[in-house]
């Protein structure tokens, strides 16, 4: 069905529970729920007609997660609102302290071209096409053996890079040279690296070379190569039990009539 009380839209998003519009003025919209501020400090808990993000301008494209909302303006300065966790070190362990954010944050990042979110971490590439990350890292998604990195870092081993995707724990990009390389959490090699386990630094996805976009959900990954066939790879159902997983590690192509 059709969203009421928009028009000239130029970009969305979909998180876990709310959705984003950028309007060809540059200003941002959501609707879903905010229970964490991730449509806006302003907006009601739940918010099912579409409202203006305050504070924020000269938007050209978003990303959502499950409770929060990153965008990319103009400029190529990267925002973020909703909610997000900051470690503290506690001892031996590490206290994570939970922030509700209801006005836009610049993450403190310049140059940059393209953003993704994942359930706990963010991406962004940038111009000189390298890939940054910040967020939680408990599956290896930030491309690094740090724990977490509440300030982007640079993804390591990533160069030339012309397309990413951020999925629940994991993260995807497409080099400038067609192939496609995955790293974080990969349970039963859904990445199709090769591998059964998380996936630390970048590694080139076998089977697939020629790709220009990537997609990635929180078991399945989609690409499309520059001859505009599909591609997918992951972990599928076979259609005998919902519940049955079976892995499919090897990107196939995906016949569309």
């Not at 990445?191 to 790709?211: C, K, W």
């Amino acid at each position: 069905a059709q969203v009421d009380g928009l028009s000239g839209i130029v970009a969305i998003a979909a998180g876990e529970y709310h959705s984003l519009a950028v309007k060809n003025d540059g200003t941002v919209w959501g609707w879903g729920d905010n229970s964490a501020y991730q449509i806006g400090r302003d907006a009601p808990p739940t918010t099912p007609t579409p409202v203006m993000k305050g504070g924020i301008g000269s938007v050209v494209s978003v990303a959502a997660s499950g409770h929060r909302s990153v965008a990319l303006k103009a400029d190529g300065t990267v925002w973020q609102w909703g909610f997000w966790q900051i470690p503290l070190p506690w001892g031996d362990s590490v206290y994570w302290l939970n922030r509700y954010v209801g006005d836009a944050e610049a993450v403190g990042l310049a140059g940059v071209i393209s953003i993704s979110a994942g359930s706990e971490h963010s991406m962004a590439l940038k111009n000189d096409g390298t890939v940054w990350a910040w967020g939680v890292n408990s599956h290896g998604q930030l491309g690094s053996g740090t724990v977490w990195n509440y300030d982007p870092r640079s993804v390591e081993g990533l160069d030339e890079v012309a397309a990413i995707a951020a999925g629940d724990r994991n993260g995807v990009a497409v080099k400038a040279d067609g192939s496609v390389w995955a790293w974080g959490a990969n349970f039963q090699n859904y990445l199709g690296t090769g591998t059964y386990s998380a996936i630390v630094p970048p590694t080139m996805v076998m089977g697939i070379t020629g790709a220009v976009a990537v997609a990635s959900g929180e078991q399945v990954i989609a690409a499309v190569d520059g001859f505009g066939d599909l591609w997918r790879w992951g972990m599928s159902y076979p259609g005998a039990s919902p519940w049955t997983l079976y892995p499919i590690g090897e990107p196939k192509r995906i016949t569309v009539f």
